[in-house]
């Protein structure tokens, strides 16, 4: 489990939650990192605010710029 802000679409509107996440939600990827810390940069404002049509899939969980602490493969 790990917590993250959680992008979803009500009504044409987006919704932000932080909530808790099972790994198992995530797509299917080659690598998988543990992070310690993540930011949300000025492209995941405009997403999490509904603005700029960023997000092309619901759920999202926004948040690309992280510092890793350990790899996993």
Not at 24 to 38: C, E, G, I, M
């Amino acid at each position: 489990m790990f917590k993250a802000i959680l992008l979803d679409q009500l009504e044409k509107k987006t919704i932000a939650t932080v909530t808790e996440l099972d790994e198992q939600r995530l797509p299917q990827s080659d690598v998988t990192v543990a992070v310690q810390f993540s930011s949300i940069n000025y492209k995941d404002g405009l997403a999490v605010t509904g603005k700029g049509k960023i997000i092309r899939d619901f759920p999202m969980v926004p948040g690309i710029d992280c510092r890793q602490s350990d790899l996993v493969i």
